[in-house]
């Protein structure tokens, strides 16, 4: 049975093995209250890596026990988010998380050449779930951060990506709409032909484990009054449980309005990466940083 909130993670994750995060330059209170949070619910152990003195002093300032957690001394935030993704190397560490560094030098660090946790050919995405309080179940979303302009071939690892996501949280076959500007079948709008040639490969089964629908607007994917106006058959209109976005720019706007003027709560992660990476954005809540470190566990081999 599907979870329809982000805190039920928490109890998916008593019947798994606990997990380790390695936390890449954890120099920010949300995110060393987010790790603690995520420890003292028996979800992951951490490893920090970043100034050692300012963790112990935010420690100390919100009253938590700083020896509950590793801290390794690196206050080089670079050379911090080195050694983060060094012990994923050295099996040290199950999961990745972004702490106090900009995302583009987190990335850098993921996919390092030579020291990185990714491997040759690898598609990267950023899978996000959201918790609407105006719809009726969870949401799992793609991409809003990584991929600028997701060719074909990316949008079907995309959907990989989001089933995975949809099904680790209790969906049997999830519902994928692949969204634009419109449902109708409009040749000369990328999208939509992404979306159907999408919609024909799941209808012959050459994409598995889903449905998938398309082109869907945002409406025809999630709301059932304006499929039924609209007209609009099949099992996904209306009742949509991912939604793969045509570019960043829809995903993001979709993204951040749904957080900052729709009460949307989330947890989001990357993937493709030989681990999962949370990645959150420096100002969000330590609420939103525990749920991301909740699924990425959850997400974890």
Do not use: W
Not at 126 to 149: G, N, Q, R, W
Not at 267 to 286: E, F, I, K, N
């Amino acid at each position: 049975m599907a979870i329809t909130k982000l805190e039920q993670m928490f109890d998916l994750l008593k019947s798994k093995p606990k997990k380790r995060i390695s936390v890449a330059f954890a120099n920010d209170a949300h995110t060393i209250e987010a790790v603690y949070a995520a420890v003292e619910k028996g979800i992951v152990d951490a490893t920090l890596t970043g100034d050692e003195t300012f963790i112990k002093k935010i420690c100390a300032e919100h009253n938590m026990d700083a020896s509950k957690m590793e801290i390794l001394h690196e206050p080089a935030e670079l050379k911090a988010a080195s050694l983060a993704v060094q012990l994923i190397n050295e099996k040290k560490a199950d999961l990745l998380m972004k702490g106090s560094l900009s995302t583009d030098k987190y990335m850098r660090a993921i996919l390092n050449k030579t020291t990185g946790i990714t491997n040759e050919g690898a598609v990267l995405s950023h899978v996000s779930i959201m918790e609407f309080p105006s719809y009726h179940k969870l949401l799992t979303i793609a991409d809003v951060a990584i991929i600028p302009a997701p060719e074909l071939k990316q949008k079907i690892k995309m959907i990989d990506y989001l089933v995975g996501v949809s099904k680790a949280i209790g969906v049997e076959k999830p519902k994928v709409a692949v969204i634009a500007a419109t449902e109708q079948m409009l040749a000369g709008m990328p999208a939509c032909v992404d979306g159907a040639l999408l919609a024909k490969m799941s209808d012959r089964g050459q994409i598995q484990g889903c449905i998938v629908d398309g082109p869907l607007s945002i409406d025809a994917a999630i709301d059932q009054e304006s499929v039924q106006i609209k007209k609009i058959t099949g099992p996904v209109a209306g009742d949509a449980d991912c939604l793969l976005f045509p570019n960043i720019e829809a995903g993001n706007v979709f993204f951040k309005t749904g957080t900052k003027l729709a009460g949307a709560e989330l947890a989001a992660y990357v993937a493709g990466a030989r681990v999962p990476c949370v990645l959150t954005s420096r100002g969000d809540s330590a609420l939103t940083k525990t749920y991301s470190i909740a699924l990425a566990a959850l997400m974890a081999k």
